[in-house]
């Protein structure tokens, strides 16, 4: 890789979403999963699920969330990327990972997730951190197994005839948990 096209990390900064956030990162988070504008990235949804990958209602529940935060990630002061982070016990959950399209495969997920894991350490003193990725989604979770994370083979099934995460293009469709140990605080 170019090490030109790698973003400047001093350049991002980090926070929490507000709900004032929530029409934006909708529209990241869609275009990051779903439809043509998705396709400008390395990894994409859109050939598995049309329709949403979340809307309003969906964002402001792990915005306003107890349990967990919504992390904005700026580029000079407009949100380029974002992740829930949501504490369950021992582990940290770690989902709703969206990068513009247009910055994927430039080296910035890998500065969003390893600033992810710090966070949950020094924040929660979590010893994992769990995810769910599509299965068929072989290409997306070699990225994450080169982080660290592994496979478990623990499936659950995909919500099919809920329209609120998509509308399925196969019949194969399962979220696999991924796990990866963390350093201990």
């Known amino acids: ?19 004032g956030d929530v029409p934006v990162l909708v529209r990241l988070i ?16 859109a ?11 969906g964002v402001r529940e792990v915005v306003t969330a107890e349990s967990g935060r919504l992390l904005v990630v700026e580029r000079d002061g407009t949100p380029v990327a974002c992740c829930q982070l949501e504490h ?6 770690f989902g709703m990972f969206a990068v513009q399209p247009e910055l994927q495969g430039a080296g910035l997920g890998k500065v969003i997730i390893a600033e992810a ?7 929660w003193g ?20 080169r ?13 099919y005839g809920d329209e609120r995460f998509g509308v399925p293009q196969r019949d194969d469709l399962a979220f696999e948990l991924l796990i990866k140990e963390l350093p201990t605080p």
């Open 1 to 19: 890789m170019d090490t030109a096209s790698i973003p400047d990390t001093g350049q991002l900064t980090f926070r929490d979403a507000t709900e």
């Open 30 to 45: 869609e275009s990051a999963y779903r439809g043509d504008s998705s396709r400008a990235g390395w990894t994409t949804e």
């Open 47 to 57: 050939d598995i699920l049309q329709g949403q990958r979340t809307d309003a209602e």
């Open 88 to 93: 369950r016990g021992d582990a940290a959950y």
């Open 117 to 123: 894991e710090r966070t949950v350490v020094a924040g």
């Open 126 to 145: 979590v010893r994992e951190m769990h995810m769910t990725v599509i299965s068929v989604r072989a290409e997306l979770i070699a990225w994450y197994e």
């Open 147 to 159: 982080r660290g994370y592994r496979r478990t083979g623990k499936l659950t099934p995909f919500p």
